[in-house]
């Protein structure tokens, strides 16, 4: 009988514990806050992009690929965090790895996204990603302060609240 009053004790604080921590890390800090790389990448848009493009507003950055499951399972989420929090202030960016972007406007047309997509083919834009999906928070300065590797629950209300907080306690007027 004591064991189980301690088994049921230890799983009810360790599934407490867990579940406060991975409420926390949402996204893991980046405590450097290193200036994100340059790039100059082809958008859907058919124009080439700049990172000083972004500048000015948090962006989500989202390395993925249309034959990453976890990344099309991710899709719908960062749509839907997009539609809700899209502003001067935010928004989010795919950054496709994989093959062309025949493959991209096939995927779309099952999977409509509104947020801008950029093609990068020669895995030319080197973040640290190590594996897919893989997401950064840019800040307006254009600091890499948030990353999350693997998929991510982008449309809860956690999240959302999440971002929001970061969006509310930067000071945009410092970039006047």
């Not at 082809?42 to 972004?54: E, P, R």
């Not at 449309?155 to 945009?172: G, R, T, W």
Request: with cysteine; glycine share 6%; proline share 7%.
């Amino acid at each position: 009988m004591i064991k189980k009053i301690f088994a049921t004790t230890f799983l009810t604080l360790f599934l407490g514990i867990n579940t406060l921590y991975a409420n926390d890390m949402l996204m893991d800090p980046m405590p450097a806050a290193k200036p994100a790389p340059e790039f100059s990448l082809m958008g859907m848009d058919g124009k080439i992009h700049t990172l000083d493009d972004l500048k000015g507003k948090f962006v989500l950055v989202n390395f993925w690929a249309t034959w990453c499951n976890p990344c099309k399972v991710e899709m719908p989420l960062l749509e839907k965090l997009h539609q809700t929090l899209a502003s001067d202030k935010f928004t989010v960016l795919g950054l496709h790895v994989g093959p062309g972007p025949e493959n991209i406007e096939k995927f779309q047309k099952l999977m409509p996204m509104s947020f801008p997509v950029y093609v990068d083919m020669e895995l030319e834009v080197n973040w640290g990603v190590p594996g897919l999906p893989t997401t950064f928070l840019m800040n307006p300065e254009g600091r890499l302060i948030y990353r999350a590797v693997g998929k991510r629950e982008f449309a809860s209300e956690a999240m959302v609240n999440f971002l929001k907080s970061e969006i509310n306690k930067f000071n945009f007027s410092q970039l006047d």
